[in-house]
């Protein structure tokens, strides 16, 4: 039964993935005032399974220096974290629940650096290194805020099991009671995800595609499909958290989609951050206010129990 649910919710997921880039396309394109893909299909509906062919079925790239087994195993593995996310999803139906889901995500998140790190290492290209190592600082740096964030958030519940986020937000939704911090989590999220203003790890600009620069085919599609799976799974832990977490109602979902809207929104009208001013933001605002919000929960907290 597990097995079943599980690859089901993985072929929801994948073809999710598939329009949200339609979607991301067609948002861009009225940004910049144009059409966007039109043409496959009614509404260019098909343009999606056109372009996962097109992937599939291109060149896959031979390259003579680099290190071989990581090179390839790199998009695997950040694939394969992105499934293993997936798992969290809370089901009310005794298939499968974490009791420290909360946990496994913070485990899942800081792991996936290791993929961008070795798959920019090991292609054995400047321009995928200097992609992958400003990642690493960037993800490590606003995961710090992240987690503080959590525990925040934790503190209301006294649990890691994200079922329990529906129970405590019957009435009000976390995002009323630490309005700035929701803000802050969404700004992680973007960071997170390497997403615009934050995809230092993708700067086209001045690193040309940035880590991912010399993949190709099957290994392109792989960090693609990772990158988006995270940003619905992201978009999935905002409603979770902040949002209510009313997981019987289609709201729940629409809640999701309006989540990965604004995603793409802000790659379209915010220009790409400075380095040190992404640096300043985390550990000079984020952190300290995240900090602060930790303990005065606390605070209050202790003085209830008193």
Known sequence: MFLIVYLLMIIC???????????????????????????LGFMG???PFSDGLKLFFSEQVFLYKSNNLIYYMSPIFLLFLSFLLWTLFPFFINVYNYNYGILFFMVCTGLGVYGIMLSGWSSNSNYALLGSIRSVAQVISYEVSMIMIMLCMIIFVFSYN????????DMI?????????????????????NRSPFDFAEGESELVSGFNIEYSSGGFAFIFLSEYMNIIFMSLMTCIIF???????LFFYIKIMII????????????????DKLMYLTWKLFLPLSLNMFLFYLGVLVYLLN
């Open 13 to 39: 997921v994948l073809v999710c993935v598939s329009f949200v880039t339609l979607l991301e396309r067609k948002v861009l394109g009225y940004i910049q005032l144009r059409k966007g893909p039109n043409k």
């Open 45 to 47: 509906l098909l343009q």
């Open 162 to 169: 994200m079922l329990d986020f529906m129970f405590y937000q």
């Open 173 to 193: 939704w976390f995002m009323f009671m630490s309005f700035p911090l929701f803000f802050c989590w969404l700004c992680s999220c973007l960071a997170e995800t």
């Open 243 to 249: 949002l209510g977490c009313d997981l019987h109602s």
């Open 260 to 275: 990965v809207f604004w995603f793409i929104w802000v790659r379209g009208v915010l220009p790409r951050f400075r380095y």
